[in-house]
């Protein structure tokens, strides 16, 4: 398969970066989500969306994953040691997460980076809990002793039930992009759109969960969103995922 052979090759070559894409409150930066890109020589920008389910399919992602994780903490390491500490969220999928060492890397990075727990955020999917919730429960529950925070990605659209997510021990919610921009999306001529929303951030006050919203592009949305009551948010209208050096630049000049 050729993608998976361009994959391993990628990684021993070096080829994989992360940018960092702001995650605001209300006006203030608040963290970054890492994200992975891939810019083959000779090749436009291969966009994760079609690698990582490959990777993940192969097993490459494992590797690939701790390589993430590395890089992700030694950038948020970097910027606490520079006095502009910024909270780094990554992106775990549910095999790595499954892994026995998951945790135990996690910590080893930590101690090793002198990295402050409370700047790593980890987030899973509702994948992790098809396998196996009690498990996965437990796992969270050992992350957050150590302060990591734990969010749930690409809420409402997958196949886990509510009251298993609910279940889950979790800092916050990010709802899915497809709740702004899919059919059913505020601004679609769907009616219900902006109630779900509201649902939304109300259940995640009440059980003590920020609500973030992914893929606000336009300020119609963030207007939307305000008058919701959503403080958190992340997408275009505020930046794509920078290089870190550009998001040092766009950090200053909002400062
Ligand atoms: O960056 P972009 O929006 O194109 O990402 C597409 C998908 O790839 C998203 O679902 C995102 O969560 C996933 N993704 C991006 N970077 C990583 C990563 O480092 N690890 C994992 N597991 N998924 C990632
Ligand atoms: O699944 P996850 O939430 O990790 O995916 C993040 C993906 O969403 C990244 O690929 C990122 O580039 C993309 N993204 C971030 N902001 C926006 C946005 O405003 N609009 C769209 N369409 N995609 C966005
Ligand atoms: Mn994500
Ligand atoms: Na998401």
């Given at each position: 398969?050729?993608?998976?052979?361009?994959?391993?090759?990628?990684?021993?070559?070096?080829?994989?970066?992360?940018h960092y894409q702001?995650?605001?409150?209300?006006?203030?930066?608040?963290?970054?989500?890492?994200l992975?890109?891939?810019?083959?020589?000779?090749?436009?920008?291969?966009?994760?969306?079609?690698?990582?389910?490959?990777?993940?399919?192969?097993?490459?992602?494992?590797?690939?994953?701790?390589?993430?994780?590395?890089?992700?903490?030694?950038?948020?390491?970097?910027?606490?040691?520079?006095?502009?500490?910024?909270?780094?969220?990554?992106?775990?999928?549910?095999?790595?997460?499954?892994?026995?060492?998951?945790?135990?890397?996690?910590?080893?990075?930590?101690?090793?980076?002198?990295?402050?727990?409370?700047?790593?955020?980890?987030?899973?999917?509702?994948?992790?809990?098809?396998?196996?919730?009690?498990?996965?429960?437990?796992?969270?529950?050992?992350?957050?002793?150590?302060?990591?925070?734990?969010?749930?990605?690409?809420?409402?659209?997958?196949?886990?039930?509510?009251?298993?997510?609910?279940?889950?021990?979790?800092?916050?919610?990010?709802?899915?992009?497809?709740?702004?921009?899919?059919?059913?999306?505020?601004?679609?001529?769907?009616?219900?759109?902006?109630?779900?929303?509201?649902?939304?951030?109300?259940?995640?006050?009440?059980?003590?969960?920020?609500?973030?919203?992914?893929?606000?592009?336009?300020?119609?949305?963030?207007?939307?969103?305000?008058?919701?009551?959503?403080?958190?948010?992340?997408?275009?209208?505020?930046?794509p995922a920078l290089?870190?050096?550009?998001?040092?630049?766009?950090?200053?000049?909002?400062?």
């Amino acid at each position: 398969f050729a993608l998976e052979a361009a994959l391993r090759r990628a990684l021993h070559a070096g080829e994989f970066t992360l940018h960092y894409q702001p995650q605001l409150r209300g006006a203030a930066l608040e963290s970054v989500e890492a994200l992975l890109r891939w810019t083959p020589p000779h090749l436009g920008p291969v966009s994760p969306g079609r690698f990582i389910p490959v990777a993940e399919q192969c097993g490459l992602i494992l590797p690939l994953g701790r390589w993430v994780r590395e890089r992700a903490c030694e950038q948020a390491a970097a910027w606490h040691q520079q006095g502009r500490p910024l909270r780094v969220a990554v992106n775990v999928s549910p095999l790595e997460f499954t892994q026995p060492d998951f945790v135990p890397h996690v910590h080893g990075l930590l101690t090793r980076l002198e990295l402050p727990a409370h700047l790593l955020e980890l987030e899973v999917t509702e994948g992790v809990l098809v396998q196996d919730l009690t498990g996965t429960a437990a796992k969270l529950r050992e992350l957050r002793r150590l302060g990591v925070r734990i969010s749930v990605d690409d809420f409402g659209v997958q196949h886990a039930s509510l009251s298993a997510l609910m279940a889950l021990p979790a800092d916050a919610l990010k709802l899915d992009r497809s709740f702004l921009s899919g059919h059913a999306g505020l601004g679609s001529s769907c009616a219900a759109a902006p109630h779900v929303l509201r649902a939304v951030h109300t259940l995640g006050r009440e059980l003590n969960l920020d609500v973030l919203a992914e893929g606000v592009e336009t300020p119609e949305q963030h207007a939307l969103l305000s008058g919701l009551g959503f403080e958190y948010m992340q997408g275009f209208l505020f930046s794509p995922a920078l290089p870190p050096d550009e998001l040092d630049a766009w950090r200053a000049a909002r400062s």
